[in-house]
């Protein structure tokens, strides 16, 4: 079974500092790659997705995330985070020919005005 | 406006008493489904469907079920709920086969005594 997984689940950073959130997976196969975040109270919102084509993907609010297909990673950046950044990121992955998604435990982030 | 919607938002229950959370979609998505969410284990999939008459089990089914009866509509059921079902429930739905963008409902808090 494909499973996800996501270090440092709790980071504090400072206004302008930048932020990056590693995301590993076990499977070996073609995999759909997601980060999705979730503000305070809210539900979950896509950031950005890749699923084929230039491994560096461009999302909103400017995140970026790299796919290194030998690492089996997917990592989210962003150069100079905001106070309004403060959320819950998740990673997740679906295994091509599979129709369930897997989501990593999350990465809280905090961001220190 | 596209959205998926969940009823009730909150709701506290005791150990046994059947209840049902209502999902639904106004985007004509073929794939839906439930996830759980509970601290340091992010989000966990209970069940999806691919559509009309067609849902599967995802990581937890134990203790849920659910029904398609109509393309919109994705409810949860607990039948005999029990206190280690308290968490946070989310609905989702997609587009297309397989997995693409998830879009997800504001959440149910369930309380369970």
Request: proline content about 5%.
């Amino acid at each position: 079974a494909q499973s996800v997984s996501q270090h440092n689940h709790h980071v504090i950073l400072s206004e302008a500092a930048s932020l990056e959130l590693g995301c590993n997976y076990s499977y070996g196969g073609t995999v759909n790659l997601f980060w999705y975040v979730q503000y305070p109270g809210q539900h979950l919102q896509l950031l950005l997705k890749y699923f084929s084509g230039d491994p560096l993907v461009k999302g909103i609010k400017g995140f970026e995330a790299e796919f290194i297909k030998s690492k089996f990673s997917f990592n989210l950046r962003k150069p100079s985070v905001q106070w309004s950044d403060t959320a819950e990121y998740f990673c997740a992955v679906n295994t091509h020919g599979n129709n369930r998604l897997a989501f990593g435990k999350g990465n809280q982030v905090v961001v220190i005005p | 406006e596209a959205q998926v919607t969940q009823n009730p938002r909150y709701l506290i229950t005791v150990t046994g008493k059947k209840l049902t959370v209502t999902c639904s979609q106004n985007m004509n998505h073929e794939y839906m489904s439930w996830y759980r969410q509970d601290p340091g284990l992010g989000l966990r999939q209970i069940y999806y469907s691919m559509n009309v008459e067609v849902t599967d089990k995802g990581d937890v089914p134990e203790g849920y079920k659910v029904s398609r009866k109509e393309k919109r509509n994705f409810p949860l059921i607990l039948e005999s709920p029990s206190p280690n079902q308290t968490s946070l429930y989310f609905c989702a739905s997609s587009s297309s086969e397989g997995i693409n963008e998830q879009y997800f409902g504001p959440g149910t808090r369930l309380t369970v005594t």
